[in-house]
């Protein structure tokens, strides 16, 4: 017996009616499993109940488990901040970065990228909500690099990624107001597609402003123990 099969059924039950509620086809919302510090015995379970997409936010830690998966095929997020000297790593071994800030962070990866890799799928995080102590770009920034980075090489910029304060589910909805404004303005509004929000604990409130990836961890694998390392 498969030790996730009803966390994964359950979250998947939840991301259908939350998407019967406001009448979204629950094939637009793309559950990303978040497996930071769960060992990789526990992401081959979840793959082998049909999970692809895996969510990762400590680079070390993500590149010993992409190595011990290698035989799996998995599509790779990186999630966490993105440290200027970690952009080469996240450009050799991601699918997708989403929290990307700055355009230096941008520059980086669209240079480190390999000439033979497929391009490198990002979103821009942004600090929807003005948190103080949050990374992220403020929004007011957000047409101007989405200008500037759409014109990098080996770089898909696909929307944007936000963590709002759990109080402030109301900054789900600036989110796809903030994103829409952009897709109206974009010169290739078909490749702007990703809304990257919702947590465990918020997966319906954004799902119902259009989110189209959920990131969820604790809903999946259960508490996280950091003490123990990993
Ligand atoms: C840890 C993390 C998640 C998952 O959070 P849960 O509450 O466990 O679902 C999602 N997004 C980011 C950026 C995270 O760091």
């Given amino acids: ?17 939350a998407c019967a509620r406001v009448q979204r086809d629950p094939a637009t919302v ?22 692809r997409c895996f969510g990762e936010n400590y ?13 799996l095929n998995i ?5 966490g901040h993105v440290q200027r000297n970690k952009t080469k790593s996240l450009a050799e071994h991601f699918d997708w970065v989403h929290g990307v800030d700055r355009l230096i962070i941008a520059e980086r990866l669209s240079s480190q990228r390999a000439e033979h890799a497929a391009d490198l799928n990002i979103c821009l995080q942004v600090n929807i909500d003005h948190q103080q102590t949050k990374d992220g770009c403020p929004p007011e920034d957000v047409a101007e690099l989405v200008q500037t980075i759409s014109r990098l090489p080996k770089l898909k910029l696909r929307g944007i990624m936000v963590i709002p304060a759990p109080e402030h589910a109301e900054a789900f909805e600036a989110a796809k107001t903030l994103f829409d404004a952009v897709k109206a303005q974009h010169a290739h509004p078909e490749q702007w597609d990703t809304l990257s929000m919702g947590m465990s604990a918020d997966l319906n409130a954004a799902i119902a402003a259009g989110s189209t990836i959920v990131r969820i961890g604790t809903a999946l694998f259960g508490a996280r123990n950091y003490s123990q390392g990993v």
Avoid at 59 to 71: G, M, R, T, V
């Fill in 30 to 51: 793309e559950l990303l499993a978040v497996s930071k510090t769960h060992p990789s015995s526990a992401i081959r379970d979840m793959y082998e109940l049909g999970q």
């Fill in 59 to 71: 680079l070390q830690e993500a590149l010993d488990k992409i190595q011990a998966l290698k035989d």
């Fill in 1 to 17: 017996m498969n030790p996730f099969k009803d966390a994964r059924n359950h979250v998947i039950d939840q991301i259908q009616s």
């Fill in 75 to 79: 599509e790779w997020h990186f999630i």
